[in-house]
């Protein structure tokens, strides 16, 4: 099982609706998507900066950012199945249909290592990953993306946020980012993707 992180820089992207047909098309029963926050999350910022609320609260608001950006994809293409737990997520996989994770589960009463900044949907991707016990993690970026680029760089240029290679260092699975334009690439790697 692969987990595909589609960043919420996508969202206004045509770009969007081609990785989500082709991942239907040959990821099905194979591959999770993680929804970005986007301008959802974007918001979010704008509102604590003008409210003053905690960390917390912008969390959960977040994860409900993630949601809203999780049924647009799933009002894209119908075909993609909304998900909030694992059992609904491997539910979709043994249908042979293509998970979008919805990650309202993760929302909290207390402030735990998650509710922050610094933990976004590229860690929560990660996260994810390691609960499924993905073989692959792919984090699909708009921004240019170079093969020779490390995580650390990543992190401190905020392509994927701060606690990302935390999160990944010990990682059982493969960490790759792809830029938006990378989509035929991800078509190869998937036909080529052994059936287990």
Request: hydrophobic share 45%; charged share 20%.
């Amino acid at each position: 099982m692969w987990v595909v992180k589609i960043g919420g820089s996508l969202s206004h992207d045509p770009m969007l609706r081609q990785w989500l047909v082709e991942l239907c098309e040959v990821g099905g029963g194979r591959v999770v998507i993680v929804p970005g926050g986007g301008d959802f999350a974007d918001k979010v910022r704008q509102y604590q900066s003008e409210w003053r609320f905690d960390d917390l609260a912008a969390h959960n608001m977040c994860l409900l950012a993630m949601t809203q950006y999780a049924i647009l994809m799933q009002g894209i293409l119908p075909e993609l199945v909304l998900a909030s737990s694992e059992a609904k997520v491997r539910r979709a996989l043994r249908d042979g249909r293509v998970a979008v994770w919805v990650p309202t589960s993760l929302m909290r009463d207390t402030p735990d290592a998650m509710s922050n900044w610094d933990t976004t949907s590229d860690s929560l991707a990660a996260w994810l990953s390691t609960m499924l016990n993905a073989e692959r993690l792919i984090v699909v970026k708009s921004c240019a993306i170079s093969e020779s680029d490390r995580l650390e760089t990543l992190a401190a240029t905020g392509v994927v946020d701060r606690s990302f290679v935390d999160y990944v260092t010990e990682a059982n699975y493969v960490v790759e980012m792809f830029n938006k334009d990378n989509v035929a690439l991800m078509r190869d790697r998937l036909l080529n993707m052994p059936v287990t």
